[in-house]
C-alpha cells in the first residue's frame, strides 16, 4: 500500500505540474510545449492552484509572476478574490504575497486588494519544494517582499520572456475576449454563452464567480445590442449568442476549473499525508473515504462528478486500490483535451 | 445497509476511531457507555447491536458530564469512520441521555460511577463500560417504556429480587405516575417477579 500511495502522489503531481505547464504556455509562458487544446484556460483559477501545487515548481511559480506582470491589467481581481474565498483555495496566503509583491509598483495598485485576504503564516517558511517534497532554501537573499509575508525564497528576478496571449487559440477564448470587452463580467458572460447552447444569470454567475446581479445586469444590457437571443424558460430568462456573428468563437470548451483546482488541492493533501511512516489501512481508507466526501460536491459544482467512479467504502487494501484508482481517472481529466 | 455491531466490530470500531481521534489531534474524551453495545463489551449478552449509547461523558477528574450535545470532533471522527467499516452514520451517539428527558439529566442510580468498568481504546478514547446491575435499572425503565428488545436483554440479565426491587424503585423516581407503576407491575408479574411486584 505504502508503495502505491507514493507512486500516487508522484503521479499525482507530475500531472498537474505538467497541466500547469501547459495552461500557462497557451497564456503565453515560453518553456512548454504549446498544446492545441481547446479547453477555455481561465488565468484566475490557473494562478490558484499554482499558488498551492506550483510551489512544488520554482521555475513555473516565477513564469506564473512574469506572466501576470505582463498581462497585470487582464487579470480580474475581484474575481480572484471572490474564487479563493468561495473555494477556500489553500495557497490564499501565498497569493497574499504575490498581491503584495505585484502592488509594489504604481501599476500593480489594484493588486494590493489581495492583501485583505487570510493572514501569512505564523513562522516563515520555504515558498518552494522539491518534486520530492523538500523545502528549497534560499541560496542567496531572501526576496523581502515574500519574506515579509511569510515565504522565504531567493529575490525575485524575472526573465521577463512570457509572451502576449495568442488570442487565436481556443483556449483563450475568456481572456481573449477580456481584452477586448475589458477587464469585467461580459468577458465570462460571452464566454459561457457561446460555450453552452443557452444560459441563465444563476447558472452564468455560478460558474463564473461573479454575483448574480452582475451577471443578470450584464446580461439585460447586452441583450440591447441585438446580439443575444431571449428564451423564457418558466420564469427565468435563457440566453444565447444570436445569429452568424459569433460562429468562429465557438470551437472552445468551457470547463469551470476553480472547483476542480481546490479538488486537487484535496486530492494534494491526501497524498501528502499518506507519506512517512507506517501507514495504518483502516485509516488511511478513512482519509480515502473523506477525501471522496469532500471532492464530490466539488466534482458536482464542475460539472465533473460522473468522472469519480467512487467506490463503496471499506477498511481493506481493494477498497484503497479502487479509490487510488478513481482519483487517477479525475486526473486524467486533467491529461485529456 | 449498515452492518450490526458485533464485539470483533465494536472493539475494532472504538480503536479506529481513537487512532482517527490520534491523527486529527482530538481528544483525549471519554465516554460511559450503556444498552447494547454494553451488554455486548461486558459479555452480558450475547447479541448484535446497530450502535453505541453513550449515556454520560467523564472528565479527567472522573467526574461524570452531561452527553448532551456530544463534542462535534468527536462525532466528526465516528462519521469519518462510519463508511469503511460499514456503520451507520449515527452509530455513536447520546441517544439515551438526549433532552430533559434523558438518564442523564433525569438522574443516574445511587453508586453508578463507582461502578463503571474501565477500558482505554488508546491515548485519545476511554470507555467507561456501564455495570450489569445498571444496565438492569436501565432495561427494566425503557421494557416498561418501550417494551421489544429490552425486556429480552432484561431476561438475559437474569436479575435478583434484589437487584430488580431497585431498578424498579429506580425507575418509579423517574416516572412518577401511576399508570407507569401499575405498567411495571404488570411486567414483573409477566417476568416472574411476583414477589417484588407486591412490594412496590
Not at chain 1, 481547446?38 to 488565468?43: E, F, L, Y
Not at chain 1, 516565477?62 to 498581462?71: F, G, N, V, Y
Not at chain 2, 471519554?30 to 472528565?59: Q, W
Request: with cysteine.
Amino acid at each position: 500500500m505504502k508503495k502505491l500511495l507514493k507512486e500516487f502522489k508522484r503521479h499525482l503531481l507530475d500531472t498537474v505540474l505538467d497541466f500547469l505547464w501547459a495552461q500557462w504556455s497557451a497564456l503565453g509562458v515560453p518553456g512548454h510545449a504549446r498544446s492545441e487544446q481547446t479547453r477555455i484556460v481561465d488565468p484566475e483559477a490557473l494562478i490558484l492552484l499554482t499558488c498551492s501545487l506550483g510551489r512544488n515548481d520554482a521555475r513555473l511559480f516565477d513564469e506564473m509572476l512574469d506572466w501576470i506582470s505582463l498581462h497585470e491589467r487582464l487579470v480580474q481581481i475581484q474575481r480572484l478574490k471572490n474564487m479563493a474565498r468561495d473555494e477556500e483555495f489553500a495557497g490564499l496566503p501565498v497569493l497574499r504575497a504575490v498581491g503584495a509583491w505585484m502592488g509594489h509598483n504604481k501599476a500593480g495598485v489594484k493588486w494590493r486588494r489581495l492583501m485583505e485576504l487570510d493572514a501569512a503564516p505564523a513562522e516563515a517558511e520555504a515558498l518552494f519544494c522539491s518534486r520530492d517534497g523538500k523545502p528549497l532554501p534560499v541560496v542567496k537573499k531572501p526576496d523581502p517582499g515574500f519574506e515579509r509575508h511569510g515565504f522565504l525564497r531567493d529575490k525575485v528576478s524575472l526573465r521577463r520572456h512570457a509572451q502576449i496571449f495568442d488570442p487565436e487559440l481556443p483556449s483563450n477564448l475568456l481572456i481573449r475576449l477580456r481584452a477586448f470587452f475589458g477587464v469585467n463580467s461580459r468577458a465570462e458572460v460571452m464566454t459561457y454563452l457561446l460555450t453552452h447552447e443557452r444560459a441563465g444569470a444563476a447558472e452564468i454567475a455560478q460558474a463564473t464567480y461573479y454575483y448574480k446581479r452582475t451577471v443578470y445586469n450584464a446580461l439585460s444590457e447586452m441583450r440591447l445590442s441585438g446580439l443575444l437571443q431571449l428564451w423564457e424558460w418558466g420564469t427565468e430568462n435563457l440566453y444565447s449568442p444570436k445569429g452568424d456573428l459569433w460562429q468562429g468563437f465557438k470551437a472552445s470548451e468551457w470547463i469551470t476549473w476553480a472547483p476542480l483546482f481546490r479538488a486537487l488541492e484535496y486530492i494534494w493533501k491526501f497524498a501528502e499525508s499518506m507519506q512517512g511512516g507506517d501507514i495504518d489501512e483502516q485509516l488511511a481508507a478513512t482519509d480515502l473515504n473523506v477525501l471522496i466526501r469532500d471532492i464530490s460536491p466539488l466534482l458536482q459544482k464542475a460539472n465533473l462528478l460522473g468522472h469519480l467512479q467512487i467506490p463503496t467504502p471499506g477498511a481493506d487494501k481493494g477498497y484503497i486500490d479502487r479509490g487510488i484508482g478513481a482519483l487517477k481517472g479525475i486526473l486524467d481529466l486533467l491529461v485529456e483535451g | 445497509m449498515a452492518k450490526d455491531l458485533d464485539k470483533s466490530l465494536l472493539y475494532k470500531a472504538l480503536k479506529l476511531l481513537d487512532a482517527r481521534m490520534g491523527q486529527k489531534g482530538i481528544g483525549p474524551y471519554s465516554i460511559v457507555v450503556c444498552g447494547g453495545s454494553g451488554l455486548i463489551a461486558m459479555d452480558l449478552v450475547a447479541r448484535t447491536t446497530k450502535d453505541v449509547d453513550v449515556v454520560a461523558l467523564m472528565d479527567a477528574d472522573e467526574l461524570l458530564g452531561d452527553p448532551d450535545p456530544l463534542p462535534d470532533d468527536l462525532l466528526g471522527s465516528a462519521r469519518e469512520i462510519a463508511p469503511v467499516l460499514g456503520l451507520m452514520d449515527d452509530w455513536l451517539n447520546n441517544g439515551p441521555s438526549r433532552g430533559e428527558g434523558g438518564l442523564y439529566r433525569a438522574g443516574l442510580p445511587d453508586g453508578f460511577s463507582s461502578r463503571l468498568k474501565k477500558e482505554a481504546f488508546g491515548a485519545n478514547l476511554t470507555v467507561y463500560w456501564v455495570s450489569r446491575r445498571d444496565q438492569i435499572h436501565f432495561k427494566l425503565y425503557a421494557a416498561a417504556d418501550r417494551g421489544g428488545y429490552h425486556v429480552s436483554d432484561l431476561k438475559e440479565l437474569d436479575p435478583s429480587d434484589e437487584e430488580m426491587e431497585q431498578a424498579a424503585r429506580w425507575a418509579m423516581s423517574h416516572d412518577v405516575s401511576e399508570g407507569f407503576r401499575q405498567i411495571l407491575v404488570s411486567m414483573l408479574n409477566q417476568l416472574g417477579y411476583e414477589k417484588v411486584a407486591e412490594r412496590i
